[in-house]
């Protein structure tokens, strides 16, 4: 079968995928299918790694039933169903079948040691709670995403992932009672505009809703806002 051949210049169409519930196929039981493992298990995916050998994590996360571990050599047909393959292993006959099934049973393919057959590239990324963050160079450079990485994770603390959950639930409670569009956008700038992030930052809750008072509708109520803010983070800290 004739893998597709990708041109050089052609532009990555950058886009976050809901993989909750979807079977996410790891190739590979190294370091490298380690990482794809606990980022896909964060995002909700159902994995499974086919590897004669993992490491340690791996097989852990096998015994408990986190994810569905095939101790065995990658078979041609084995991405058949699969949303998403990732090729971890270093080996290249192995690494053109994956890409050839890839391109049999239409499913996007990331390959870590041949990026030239890969249909996406996983960015380097920070996370702040629902804020996500991605730098991308295509495959390129990936030692420069992981420097541009951190200068963004130093620039935006945790309070950024606090403010985009406040945000959120100002949203819901705007959309609900007000249709005009350009009326909410001038309202969300305003919110935005306000020293909120400061407040977020010191973890200065009253002077927060004082904030959020001075341009909120009297409808909503700033003190239930911070208080359902300040309820996500208790529960962020204690895991639940």
């Not at 490298?32 to 852990?60: D, F, T, Y």
């Not at 200068?151 to 009672?177: H, P, S, W």
């Not at 109520?221 to 800290?237: M, S």
Request: charged letters at 30%.
């Amino acid at each position: 079968m004739t893998l597709n051949t990708k041109p050089a210049d052609n532009p990555l169409y950058p886009v976050n995928l809901d993989i909750g519930g979807k079977r996410c196929l790891v190739v590979g039981g190294g370091s490298v299918a380690a990482r794809k493992v606990k980022a896909l298990l964060l995002c909700g995916g159902q994995v499974q790694i086919i590897s004669p050998h993992a490491l340690e994590m791996i097989s852990r996360l096998a015994e408990e039933g986190r994810i569905e571990w095939l101790k065995r050599a990658y078979r041609a047909g084995d991405a058949k169903e699969a949303f998403l393959i990732f090729g971890a292993t270093d080996d290249p006959k192995v690494q053109k079948q994956i890409a050839e099934d890839a391109a049999r049973y239409h499913v996007l393919l990331n390959s870590a040691y041949e990026p030239e057959l890969s249909d996406f590239h996983v960015p380097a990324k920070i996370r702040r709670r629902d804020l996500v963050i991605a730098v991308s160079t295509g495959g390129g450079s990936p030692a420069l995403a992981l420097l541009l990485k951190e200068q963004l994770a130093n620039e935006y603390g945790e309070e950024y992932g606090v403010l985009v959950d406040l945000m959120a639930k100002i949203r819901r409670q705007v959309v609900t009672r007000n249709s005009v569009t350009e009326e909410n956008k001038a309202l969300f700038r305003a919110v935005l505009e306000l020293p909120v992030l400061d407040c977020i930052k010191r973890q200065d809750w009253a002077g927060l809703e004082e904030q959020l008072k001075i341009v909120l509708p009297a409808e909503i109520d700033a003190g239930l806002l911070v208080k359902e803010v300040l309820e996500e983070l208790k529960r962020g800290k204690n895991g639940n």
